[in-house]
């Protein structure tokens, strides 16, 4: 199998050494290009037609650029593998139409029910022609007992409010939030990932300002900002200690938030990343927090719940 590298973008699950998935298959590893931190699909191609794996697999954890499904496709088409695309993190955005669809063009597309498509925990699998079948057989009765019934249930709630005007206008707006809060951190000197965004993430380079990706994870939780620390393209280290924090929008979207708010969430990171150490400064960065979300509740007429 091919994946993505974990430190350029891909996922734990794609074939890394700590992960299950590289005892059970031999995988290859393509990086990103490091000077435009986005995918070299002629190098992908590359170590395609030399590696000659079974299947491709295309998405990412930690990738804030769109994918091109069409070359991936070409390239796996090109020397008879099999395409599997992973979009756990962007299948809200692909539900609502908002950025292109990899279903057309994969053997198999695999996705989780929350982070952008807002529903419960859980996944689905779709599948091309015969594969569908072999996979039904291979979870049940292969590796699985009685189904979760209620998880279904939950599912088919998450795709039916998938089908609404409101979650189609979050998902929109998740994506220009996303760019606002991109360009709202630059403009603070932050260093964004690729240089920007063109879905919910926002990859930021903390090590530019001289912290440790998990220091600003932490500090950002402290004061109720909940963000990750995250390798990017340029860190020679393992994780726990990486030079990135990785931003989505999602939730922000969802309350109601728009550009004006995704200001003050830049201007409030600044405040709490410029002096982690300083008690009295975090007190009111967390305060400040405390009042963004009091104006933007959870369940409100600024959401879906009313819509």
Do not use: W
């Not at 993505?4 to 299950?20: D, E, F, K, Q, T």
């Not at 859980?122 to 022609?129: M, R």
């Not at 998938?162 to 000197?189: C, E, S, V, Y």
């Not at 690729?194 to 994870?217: C, F, K, P, R, W």
């Amino acid at each position: 199998m091919l994946a993505m590298s974990l430190p350029h973008g891909g996922h734990l699950s794609h074939g890394h050494s700590a992960s299950i998935t590289s005892r059970c298959f031999e995988f290859a590893h393509y990086p990103v290009d490091l000077k435009t931190e986005q995918i070299d699909y002629d190098r992908v191609e590359k170590i395609a037609q030399t590696f000659r794996p079974r299947m491709i697999v295309t998405g990412a954890s930690a990738y804030p650029r769109l994918i091109d499904y069409d070359r991936m496709a070409n390239i796996a088409g090109g020397i008879d593998a099999y395409l599997m695309a992973d979009m756990a993190h962007i299948a809200g955005l692909v539900a609502a139409e908002v950025i292109p669809s990899p279903v057309p063009l994969c053997d198999v597309v695999t996705f989780t029910c929350y982070k952008t498509l807002m529903g419960g925990r859980g996944g689905v699998i779709l599948a091309k022609g015969p594969h569908g079948a072999k996979i039904d057989r291979t979870i049940f009765p292969g590796s699985q007992g009685t189904s979760p019934v209620n998880a279904i249930a939950a599912k088919a709630m998450t795709f039916k409010q998938a089908m609404t005007p409101a979650f189609r206008r979050i998902q929109a707006q998740t994506i220009a939030n996303a760019t606002h809060l991109a360009a709202d951190l630059q403009a603070r000197g932050f260093r964004i990932v690729t240089g920007g965004t063109e879905n919910h993430q926002v990859i930021v380079d903390v090590g530019s300002q001289g912290l440790e990706g998990g220091l600003a994870e932490r500090t950002l939780e402290a004061v109720g900002i909940i963000a990750n620390r995250n390798a990017i393209p340029s860190d020679a280290t393992t994780p726990p200690s990486v030079s990135g924090v990785r931003l989505g929008t999602s939730a922000l979207s969802a309350r109601g938030m728009g550009k004006s708010e995704m200001k003050r969430v830049a201007e409030l990171i600044e405040a709490a990343l410029g002096d982690p150490e300083d008690p009295q400064r975090l007190a009111g960065v967390a305060s400040a927090v405390r009042q963004l979300c009091a104006e933007f509740p959870i369940y409100s007429e600024k959401g879906m719940t009313n819509e």
